[in-house]
């Protein structure tokens, strides 16, 4: 575990999602300890049109924006863990996306270890 959905503002492209989920998985490991052969990505592509930031599409605006949930174990990371996670993505998906808006969001949701598991089996 973890599951991480990203949602992006750009054209679906082969690349850019190979190259968003090896750094999610890189940072969930490095910053929240989290066994890369365990996590999952999950990346959606969403058209300008589609997405908009104080009411207004993007299209209309010239920038990219991004959302990522991530779903952990409750009581697996510190807020210093999960603080230093929702800074490192955010500085690499400004790295990956041209033009990035700061009205970008991580959230990190603490899901109780019975609620979620894999492989047909609770934690």
């Given at each position: ?28 490991n490095v910053c929240l300890h989290k066994d890369p052969s365990l996590t999952a990505v999950v990346i959606n592509y ?48 400004g790295q990956l996306l041209s033009e990035l808006h700061e009205t970008s969001y991580v959230i990190v949701h603490e ?13």
């Amino acid at each position: 575990m973890p599951l991480l959905n990203v949602a992006i503002s750009e054209e679906p492209d082969a690349a850019l999602s190979a190259s968003v989920a090896e750094k999610l998985t890189r940072i969930a490991n490095v910053c929240l300890h989290k066994d890369p052969s365990l996590t999952a990505v999950v990346i959606n592509y969403v058209a300008d049109e589609d997405r908009a930031i104080g009411g207004r599409p993007l299209i209309g605006l010239g920038v990219r924006s991004f959302s990522l949930e991530i779903k952990v174990t409750a009581a697996t990371n510190t807020k210093a863990e999960m603080a230093a996670f929702i800074e490192a993505m955010s500085a690499t998906m400004g790295q990956l996306l041209s033009e990035l808006h700061e009205t970008s969001y991580v959230i990190v949701h603490e899901v109780a270890a019975a609620a979620w598991g894999f492989g047909g089996k609770s934690q």
